[in-house]
């Protein structure tokens, strides 16, 4: 499965930016989607991510801040980031699971390219 990310850029504190994540390949389902970001000199660490019936956790300097969605039609998923931070500046990778559509099924758990993100004070 492929996933294509984009939306990143250049934001002043207190912005917002919308990331876009879609999802190409052969897929009997795609279970979960999900944000990861990677500041320089840190883990990557789970932003958010939601299931195909819309259930969605956040990692908790995120909540109240960012709202992940999910269009399952287009398999794609969505980040909008409001109230943005410095801190939230880091590389964000979009992740999906779910079963392949191609036999032998498979259980696959990929990663798109990641999208900066940078927040300036």
């Known amino acids: 499965v492929q996933l294509q990310a984009s939306g990143g850029g250049l934001v002043e504190a207190g912005g917002s930016l919308r990331l876009s994540c879609a999802a190409s390949g052969s897929m009997l389902s795609l279970n979960e989607m999900g944000w990861y970001r990677q500041a320089p000199g840190k883990q990557r660490e789970v932003v958010a991510r939601?299931?195909?019936?819309?259930?969605?956790n956040y990692a908790d300097s995120v909540k109240g801040r960012f709202t992940i969605s999910r269009d399952n039609a287009k398999n794609t998923a969505y980040l909008l980031m409001n109230s943005l931070k410095p801190e939230d500046t880091a590389v964000y990778y979009c992740?999906?699971?779910?079963?392949?559509?191609?036999?032998?099924?498979?259980?696959?758990?990929?990663w798109g390219q990641g999208t900066l993100v940078t927040v300036s004070s």
């Open positions: 992740n999906a699971a779910g079963y392949s559509g191609s036999y032998p099924r498979r259980w696959f758990n990929d």
């Open positions: 939601i299931t195909t019936g819309g259930s969605t």
